[in-house]
């Protein structure tokens, strides 16, 4: 299932734009950084797509800062890719989430989404390694 253009089409009807192909085709690259299909995760906004959903479309974001020292390297963006399994925003200071339970995950961390990805992915391993399904 390609949660962004489902999403897409949500946030569309919630604004009254018509919802057809062409506006999810118009609207898919403005909102989301990645355009490309994923089973799971790649949420992550744009600028613009952030500022339609808290404006227009009245979608509540958690906001939870970034330490001062945090340097956002691409092998942290990929696990927020793999692991934010929910809208969200992230700029140099912060990171705007749309699920509270993510929430709570992350300011567990302090906001150290390097931290916060490696537990995840070890977590994760260690489930797999065991014979654990995951459900995600």
């Not at 919802?19 to 790649?42: C, D, F, I, M």
């Not at 020292?69 to 809208?87: E, G, N, R, V, W």
């Amino acid at each position: 299932m390609n949660w962004k253009e489902t999403y897409t089409k949500i946030f569309l009807k919630q604004s009254n734009i018509p919802v057809s192909a062409v506006s999810v085709k118009q609207y898919l690259p403005l909102w989301w950084q990645n355009t490309r299909t994923k089973s799971q995760g790649g949420l992550r906004l744009t600028y613009k797509g952030f500022e339609h959903l808290k404006n227009v479309v009245n979608l509540k974001f958690y906001q939870v800062p970034l330490p001062d020292d945090q340097s956002i390297a691409t092998q942290t963006i990929l696990f927020l890719d793999k692991f934010i399994t929910c809208p969200y925003f992230l700029n140099q200071h912060s990171i705007f989430v749309t699920e509270e339970k993510k929430a709570i995950e992350l300011h567990l961390f302090s906001g150290d989404l390097h931290k916060y990805g490696l537990v995840k992915a070890m977590s994760r391993y260690n489930k797999e390694e065991n014979g654990i399904k995951i459900r995600t």
